[in-house]
């Protein structure tokens, strides 16, 4: 069973950096899609929005328009962790951070931005950005 273990959430002011680490454990999956995705307070599951993607296969990567610029997703080549780096935080970062894998059927070689596609799931950790 995969299991997704994130970490590195914490408090910061604006303009200030974090980095997000998402431990994966039990995949053994190639050609799927892994992403962060964020859950603003007091928003609703279904108003979780994409932050960033990345394919297992060739590392390509998508942002969401926000943060485009300021934050940048990797993986390491084992595909055992999933990484965020974010920049110039702003406060309306704020939000819980979530990883997910898109298990991709054989046919779909792009990675899908809506979240209802992702079908494992971490906990979250929480982001905190002060003016």
């Known amino acids: 069973e995969t299991q997704l273990v994130e970490s590195g959430g914490g408090s910061v002011q604006a303009g200030g950096s974090l980095r997000l680490s998402c431990e994966i454990s039990g995949y053994t999956r190639t050609h799927d899609c892994m992403g962060w995705f964020r859950q603003a307070p007091g928003k609703s599951v279904k108003d979780r929005e994409l932050?960033?993607?990345?394919?297992?296969?060739?590392?390509?990567?998508a942002y969401a328009d926000s943060v485009k610029g300021r934050f940048t997703i990797s993986k390491d080549n084992a595909n055992k962790a999933l990484y965020l780096s974010m920049d110039a935080l702003k406060p309306e970062d704020t939000a819980s951070y979530y990883c997910a894998i898109d298990t991709l059927p054989p046919f779909v070689t792009t990675c899908r931005r809506d979240f209802r596609q992702y079908n494992i799931w971490g906990r979250g950790t929480q982001v905190a950005v002060s003016p």
């Open positions: 932050v960033a993607l990345i394919y297992s296969d060739d590392g390509g990567t």
